[in-house]
């Protein structure tokens, strides 16, 4: 059976849980505490160099990792991703403005007020700029859409509404982001999500 | 026309260049220098709503950006990208790896040295580490495989190759990554590139 390596509240780790639950994946979850330094141990590094969840093993001991290249494995051949070259271009498009413009503001300001218990005032301001900014982008974009890439809940939506739902954790208000809110509720209601109710 | 918004002294853009050369597109390049602001202009962020090269526009006006989505779209069905499920699941995992892991690194490190003129003493000693560490997490990978996903050169060697050859603008040496080293010389071939001479 498959094994999922995960930290429950971390959004990377969500997307993958979210997508196997979806597509009815039988597989064994083991909670994967990112605090407690078990993925810098050497099991762990055997089995994901980078030290970092989620981590999939399948098996035969094959590991993938990296949570939207996991996301694209599994979503592969079905309706989250879009079968249009195109549309699927521009899935990918978002999977990468994820990681490199969403997820190391939104999500990494995120852990540093929740999980290490930074105040407001100690978030390197540059940090917050670039996450609202990542915020802002997407309020334009759903400004004529309903999901982020094609007609339908992608692989895109799956992995942006991770942390954006969650954005309020580090203190990124989306009350004046109605498209956003719109977006994310649509996108709870098609994973079958209640909505977020902040880190507890 | 194909048109190319790009920066030629950015690995980000010249990945993009270099499958296209690669696989014969016609293109119209469009040098774009990322020092200049006009990344920022109206004009630009109306292409690009992020703000960044590379950008590539198609005759009817859609433009696809983010330079490992751009090899995606154009690599799709060519050699480039195994026709495995697993090969190519592993070969999106080191291109999400080379946004999150390496690029915030091994690029910011060789922009800030290179653009923007910072002594080796002014660059933040987190983000040298990381670097390091990727540079060692490639030689590792290395160690019983020619090409980072399969058996041929794939978009995960163009996408690394990118910034990797360059690493020493940033100061990061490769004079103790023989592996690495043999590898760049192997991807410099398949692109029909000559050794990366420095930034000049």
Redesign the interface.
């Known amino acids: 059976m498959l094994t999922v390596y995960g930290d429950i509240r971390s959004g990377n780790c969500l997307k993958v849980k979210w997508l196997l639950d979806r597509l009815g994946h039988d597989y064994r979850w083991v909670e994967t505490d990112v605090m407690s330094g078990v993925t810098r141990s050497t099991d762990f590094l055997r089995l994901n ?2 030290g970092q969840v989620p981590a999939v093993v399948f098996d035969d001991g ?1 590991t ?7 996301l ?2 599994f979503g ?1 051949g079905t309706p989250f991703v879009p079968a249009d ?2 549309e ?3 899935m ?2 978002w ?3 994820e ?3 969403h ?2 503001y939104v999500a990494v300001v995120r852990f540093q007020r929740a999980f290490v218990g930074k105040s407001a005032g100690e978030i390197e301001p540059r940090l917050m700029q670039r996450g609202h900014a990542a915020l802002d ?1 997407m309020e ?2 759903l400004a004529d859409r309903d999901w982020l890439a094609g007609d339908a809940a992608s692989l895109a939506d799956i992995s942006l509404v991770a942390y954006t739902r969650m954005a309020g954790d580090g203190g990124f208000e989306l009350t004046g982001r109605p498209r956003v809110r719109a977006w994310i509720a649509r996108a709870e209601a098609c994973l079958g999500l209640p909505p977020y109710s902040g880190f507890a």
Chains 1, 2 share one sequence.
């Open positions: 160099p980078c094959r993938l990792a990296q949570s939207n290249a996991i694209g494995f592969e070259p195109w699927r271009a521009k990918y498009e999977l990468f403005w990681q490199y413009s997820e190391p982008r334009q974009a």
